[in-house]
Nanobody, 115 residues
Framework: VQLVESGGGLVQPGGSLRLSCAASGFTFSMYDMSWYRQAPGKERELAATIASAGGTTTYADSVKGRFTISRDNAKNTMYLQMNSLKPEDTAVYYC?????????WGQGTQVTVSS
C-alpha cells in the first residue's frame, strides 16, 4: 500500500496550489479519501473528505469556499485545489484512505504560504 502526495511548495498569500495523492496497492475506488494538515506546534486536523464514489464532499470551516477536493478513480488519484491561500494554511498536508477499520496515510507534502 502506498499513498504519495505531491504538489506542495512555497506560494504567496492569495495564490493557488494543487495537491495530488497517488494511490497504489489497494482498491482506491472503495475507500473514502481525506486531506489532513498539520501546522507547526499544532495537532493534525481534517481539511476535506470525499466519499468513495466521489459524490459527497465535506470541508473544515477554515477551508470552505477556498479548497476543492476531488478524485479520479480511473487514475487512483485524489486532488486538493487550494485557492486564496493564507499564511495560516501553512502546514504539512497528508492524504488518508479509510474503509471500515482500515486506515492508510501518505508521507505528507509541505505547503508554505508566505510573502
Amino acid at each position: 500500500v502506498q499513498l504519495v502526495e505531491s504538489g506542495g511548495g512555497l506560494v504567496q498569500p492569495g495564490g493557488s496550489l494543487r495537491l495530488s495523492c497517488a494511490a497504489s496497492g489497494f482498491t482506491f475506488s472503495m475507500y473514502d479519501m481525506s486531506w489532513y494538515r498539520q501546522a507547526p506546534g499544532k495537532e493534525r486536523e481534517l481539511a476535506a473528505t470525499i466519499a468513495s464514489a466521489g459524490g459527497t464532499t465535506t470541508y473544515a470551516d477554515s477551508v470552505k469556499g477556498r479548497f476543492t477536493i476531488s478524485r479520479d478513480n480511473a487514475k487512483n488519484t485524489m486532488y486538493l485545489q487550494m485557492n486564496s491561500l493564507k499564511p495560516e494554511d501553512t502546514a504539512v498536508y497528508y492524504c488518508r484512505a479509510r474503509r471500515s477499520w482500515q486506515r492508510y496515510w501518505g508521507q505528507g507534502t509541505q505547503v508554505t504560504v508566505s510573502s
